[in-house]
């Protein structure tokens, strides 16, 4: 019955969305949290694996996974883009900020999508956990296609970097946003009065 009521609480949410267009409220949310996403991604950074201080984790993609769980997956569409424009005009330029985007849309877009269908904690275990396997095999992909281009490394150089760099990497990037993420979820969505 509990998961009836999900269903009708997250119906009126898209009725809403889509006969009067976003409230005033929704835009100004999805304004401060692309804001505070943005803020994480240009000045918190921190290493998280030993030995390759390169890669440096941001907790970006926590702030974009709530926008996604909470308000839906078209705000956690237009967090897991907007936030990271920045990045153009910063050292990783227009290559940092696509793989940045393909990084957190993978991750968000599914999680929000499932959660959205199944607003209960099993929806959010299962939206999570396919948001970060979808992540991870994007991240892959794309450090195969895009390294090469941004850093002027060869395929074979990056492909040798996968086990032991870039898969711990993002799999320890995409556990943090997920494992937070569902901590917070309920304390978080309260205060933003969802």
Same mark, same amino acid.
């Not at 918190?44 to 769980?69: C, N, Q, R, T």
């Given at each position: ?10 119906? +009126?949410?898209?009725?809403? &969305? ?5 409230? &005033? +409220?929704?835009?100004?949310?999805? $304004?401060?949290?692309?804001? =505070? ?5 240009l000045? =918190?950074? !921190?290493p998280?694996v030993?030995?390759?201080?390169w %890669?440096?984790?941001?907790p ?10 909470v308000f839906?997956p ?7 883009i907007?936030?990271? %424009? ?12 696509? *793989?940045? !985007?393909?990084? &957190?849309?993978?991750?968000? *877009? ?15 275990? /299962?939206?999570l956990?396919?948001g ?6 994007v991240c /892959?992909? *794309?450090?195969l296609?895009v390294?090469? /281009?941004?850093? +002027?490394?060869? !395929? ?6 996968i086990?032991?760099a870039?898969l ?5 990037k995409v556990? /943090?946003?997920?494992v937070v &993420? $569902? ?6 969505s ?5």
């Amino acid at each position: 019955m509990a998961q009836n009521s999900s269903f009708a609480s997250g119906d +009126r949410h898209s009725t809403t &969305t889509s006969e009067n267009g976003w409230s &005033t +409220r929704r835009i100004a949310m999805t $304004a401060l949290l692309c804001a =505070v996403a943005a803020i994480c991604t240009l000045f =918190v950074e !921190v290493p998280i694996v030993p030995g390759v201080a390169w %890669l440096k984790y941001d907790p970006s993609g926590i702030v974009a996974l709530v926008a996604g769980l909470v308000f839906g997956p078209a705000t956690g569409a237009v967090v897991s883009i907007v936030s990271y %424009l920045p990045h153009i005009a910063t050292a990783s330029g227009f290559w940092g900020m696509l *793989m940045a !985007v393909a990084a &957190t849309f993978s991750l968000v *877009m599914p999680a929000a999508l499932v959660y959205h269908r199944d607003h209960s904690r099993k929806g959010l275990v /299962i939206g999570l956990a396919i948001g970060a396997v979808v992540s991870v095999a994007v991240c /892959i992909v *794309m450090n195969l296609v895009v390294t090469p /281009i941004y850093a +002027r490394m060869s !395929v074979s150089d990056v492909a040798a970097l996968i086990v032991p760099a870039l898969l711990p990497f993002n799999v320890a990037k995409v556990a /943090i946003n997920c494992v937070v &993420t $569902a901590l917070i979820l309920e304390p978080v969505s309260k205060a933003l009065g969802k």
